[in-house]
């Protein structure tokens, strides 16, 4: 829900930012827009989510997010189609689930932490 120099499509300038707040019953939408320090909106949305069994455990691996001033990674986990339950948190863009069990139908998201505090939107998720 932002449209940066570093989301995906990109603004392809430097210089603004725009961020959707909220969208009314009637498709009216409320924005914010960064002039001149994009930075400052919220990260982009983290892509290539992609899991991988390795022995007993399940590593997930993403593209880094390219804003200067990512922070981390906060890591969510689905059971059996169950409540989403935040897992963990890394600084980097992997992150090894060693409570992984292949008897369950197992989803992962992610959403991206800058050094504001800011969250970026979830990630698509990905199920093994």
């Known amino acids: 829900n932002v449209f940066s120099p570093w989301s995906n499509p990109s603004t392809d300038n430097d210089n603004f930012a725009v961020e959707l707040l909220s969208k009314d019953e009637n498709n009216n939408?409320?924005?914010?827009?960064?002039?001149?320090?994009?930075?400052?909106?919220?990260?982009?949305?983290?892509?290539?989510?992609?899991?991988?069994?390795?022995n007993e455990i399940?590593?997930?691996t993403w593209d880094a997010n390219p804003e200067p001033d990512i922070e981390g990674?906060?890591?969510?986990?689905?059971?059996?189609?169950?409540?989403?339950?935040?897992l963990g948190f890394t600084s980097s863009n992997t992150f090894v689930d060693s409570t992984y069990n292949n008897q369950n139908e197992i989803s992962y998201k992610?959403?991206?932490?800058?050094?504001q505090g800011k969250m970026s939107v979830f990630s698509d998720y990905v199920i093994h």
Do not use: C, M
Not at 110 to 115: F, G, L, N, S, V
């Open 29 to 54: 939408l409320r924005v914010k827009i960064y002039l001149g320090n994009p930075i400052d909106a919220v990260p982009s949305k983290p892509r290539n989510l992609k899991v991988k069994k390795e």
């Open 58 to 60: 399940a590593k997930l």
């Open 73 to 86: 990674y906060n890591i969510f986990k689905q059971i059996n189609n169950d409540e989403w339950k935040e």
């Open 110 to 115: 992610i959403k991206t932490k800058d050094t």
